[in-house]
């Protein structure tokens, strides 16, 4: 099947939320980088009452309050909304015109390397990794089937995970120095995540550099609410920060990222509390939250540091930059060289201050930033950030998980291979 012009429904299905985006492309439309992104939204507190919000290019957005008691509930609402007037999307006007749908999975364990076609089978591997991702994939799952009931199992749909992209790394960067034993009985390993953003970084980097797959050897920094890095070998992920879950790495808006294992059993019995606890309190919080006392938001942070020249929040930005560093130099090592660096998502994307202070004393490997083109990098914009001439480049591109799940949704569907060309 090669259809023109398919209405792809992305959904990214989490434990209490939902986002969704609908996006038309084609294999032509891939290739002019013509996809267009017809209308969007997210839904918080299902489960109760819960707050919409839907996004329609060039009109305002839509908030509507109301209560939805499962992600069935929530799909039917987004559904609703897409094939309504108030969507103003005139080409989707019936359940039949959404072609497919490409849902984002956390973990696809040892078994999924790649984007596939879901069927029964696939669902039940799924849920096999649920063990690995107890508070994700159960919510993927029920996304998926939401959608199988409400549109029917003849719409084709396709999963995307987040840990596939790193299926590449070697035993080196993915064992744990622990018995053998345990990775063999329990698949415990590492596994990375952000791998959807990490390749299509990638993916944009080469374009942009005119420069074939295998030429691309950098290293990509995810820097949102969540964050990791990854090396880029060979245009293959051969390492990256975030390990069995998404806790190991750098420090993030409430996660601690890397810390002594031993902290854990030591502090559960200082307070009288689980392991578990423990682990929830390095989630939810840690990280800018923890160390700050004030918020996990980056942007507050600054605003916050500018204004009051708080201590605790200077050195939580510190603490935040310095590990990012930390992980840059243990990759460029890995690598051998590298010949970029690049930032993405919402800090990496917009906040000059933080690039510039991650790349801070970062000379003496050939990296020096250009304040101007720096500071001109923000709102989705993409560039070089570097004064040319060095050894190693700094690059900000806007990282698009949504329009990568749309492609391989139309790849595998079209061609069963979800690679890029
Ligand atoms: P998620 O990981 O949930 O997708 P985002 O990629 O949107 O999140 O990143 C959210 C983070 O980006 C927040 O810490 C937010 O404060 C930060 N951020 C967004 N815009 C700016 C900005 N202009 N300056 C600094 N930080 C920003």
Same mark, same amino acid.
């Given at each position: 099947m090669l259809r023109a012009g398919m209405h792809v429904l992305v959904v $990214? !299905?989490? =434990? =209490? @939320?939902l986002k969704f985006q609908l996006i038309a492309t084609d294999p032509d439309a891939m290739e002019r980088d013509a996809d267009r992104r017809l209308v969007s939204g997210s839904i918080e507190r299902i489960g109760g009452h819960a707050l919409v919000t839907l996004r329609r290019p060039g009109r305002p957005r839509l908030l509507r309050e109301m209560p939805l008691r499962d992600h069935r509930a929530a799909i039917e609402q987004v559904l609703r909304f897409i094939v309504s007037d108030e969507s103003g999307v005139d080409e989707v006007r019936a359940l039949g015109d959404v072609h497919a749908v490409g849902h984002r999975v956390v973990h696809g364990g040892q078994r999924f390397r790649q984007s596939v076609r879901i069927d029964t089978e696939v669902i039940? !591997?799924? #849920? %096999?990794?649920? #063990? /690995?991702? +107890? /508070?994700? $994939? +159960? !919510? $993927?799952?029920?996304?998926?089937?939401?959608? @199988? %009931?409400?549109l029917g199992p003849g719409v084709p749909q396709v999963a995307v995970f987040d840990t596939a992209f790193h299926a590449t790394m070697p035993e080196t960067s993915f064992l744990y120095a622990i018995p053998y034993s345990y990775y063999r009985r329990y698949g415990l390993r590492r596994y990375g995540f952000h791998g959807t953003s990490h390749r299509y970084v990638a993916f944009r980097y080469r374009k942009l550099r005119g420069v074939p797959r295998e030429a691309v050897t950098i290293v990509t920094l995810h820097l949102g609410n969540g964050c990791s890095a990854c090396a880029i070998k060979g245009g293959d992920s051969f390492d990256t920060s975030m390990g069995f879950t998404p806790l190991e790495g750098l420090m993030m808006g409430t996660r601690s990222g890397d810390v002594d294992p031993s902290l854990v059993a030591w502090l559960a019995e200082k307070e009288g509390t689980s392991a578990a606890d423990v682990e929830r309190m390095l989630n939810n919080q840690s990280g800018l939250l923890g160390v700050s006392g004030l918020t996990s938001d980056m942007r507050e942070l600054l605003a916050e540091e500018r204004e009051h020249q708080d201590r605790r929040v200077t050195l939580a930005i510190d603490m935040f930059c310095a590990r990012v560093r930390r992980y840059v130099g243990a990759f460029l090592a890995e690598l051998g060289g590298a010949e970029a660096i690049v930032f993405t998502g919402g800090i990496g994307e917009n906040s000059p201050a933080i690039r510039a202070r991650i790349c801070a004393g970062l000379g003496w490997l050939g990296l020096e930033l250009d304040p101007a083109r720096n500071d001109a990098c923000t709102d989705g914009a993409t560039g070089t950030i570097h004064v040319p001439g060095g050894r190693l480049a700094a690059w900000v591109i806007p990282t698009d998980e949504e329009l990568l799940i749309a492609r391989d949704t139309v790849r595998v569907i079209t061609t069963g291979d979800p690679r890029t060309p």
């Open positions: $990214n !299905a989490g =434990s =209490s @939320t039940h !591997a799924i #849920e %096999d990794q649920v #063990e /690995l991702a +107890p /508070l994700h $994939n +159960p !919510a $993927n799952l029920k996304g998926i089937r939401a959608i @199988t %009931d409400l």
